[in-house]
């Protein structure tokens, strides 16, 4: 997800910190549903969240390869500002709804940290979250001040790297280690 907000960020602050509110909006959802509905949840459901959810990696990891934050930022985004900012926070939320290691930290350690340390502690954990959606745009942002163009192709490499990367040990973990195995 931060190799996402990294990417949104060179474009501008606003839409870094729209896909970081994606998120969080994600992990509010997965964190309502995880302590609603977790007897309910079987490996057969578990193996579809991680195949679409590496899918779904993959194809960002290509848009951000095909995309061109430097024509953006210099002549601004071609599409409203309205549409951007819905881009950026939709695709975001749908990223965390289908990130299996997302849904599977709320299955395990959130629910955990949840019956542990009660809804208190949860407040604590999306204020460190807000912090980090706010901050870490910032960041990005002066960094590409300072650093220009090398900025850009670093964070578009890291990126790109970092979702390939991720997509390939969910699928490989979604197809192999939940018992498909090729005839």
């Given amino acids: ?19 970081g ?8 959802i997965l964190m309502i549903t995880t302590y609603f509905a977790f007897n309910m949840i079987n490996n ?4 579809a969240i991680y195949i679409v959810g590496g899918s779904y990696m993959i194809l960002l990891a290509l848009l951000i390869a095909k995309s061109n934050p430097e024509k953006t930022i210099k002549n601004g985004d071609s599409r409203s500002k309205t549409t951007s900012s819905i881009i950026s ?7 965390g709804l289908a990130n299996p290691y997302q849904i599977l930290w709320w299955l ?10 009660g809804p208190a502690a949860i407040t ?13 745009p910032l960041l990005v942002r002066a960094g590409y001040y300072y650093g220009g163009r090398a900025a850009i192709i670093a964070i578009k490499v ?26």
Avoid at 21 to 28: H, I, K, P
Avoid at 89 to 95: D, I, K, P, Q, V
Avoid at 124 to 136: D, H, N, P, Q, R
Avoid at 159 to 182: D, N, P, R, T
């Fill in 89 to 95: 926070y939709s695709t975001s939320l749908a990223l």
């Fill in 108 to 117: 395990s350690a959130g629910l955990s940290f949840l019956s542990i340390f």
């Fill in 21 to 28: 509110l994606g998120a969080m909006t994600a992990d509010f």
């Fill in 158 to 183: 890291f990126s790109i790297a970092v979702l390939l990367s991720f997509a390939g040990l969910i699928l490989y973990e979604g197809i192999l280690e939940f018992g498909f195995h090729w005839a």
């Fill in 124 to 136: 604590g954990l999306f204020i460190a979250i807000l912090i980090w959606i706010t901050l870490f």
């Fill in 44 to 47: 057969n459901v578990i193996r």
């Fill in 1 to 19: 997800m931060n190799a996402l907000i990294a990417s949104r960020s060179l474009i501008s602050f606003k839409l870094g910190f729209l896909t």
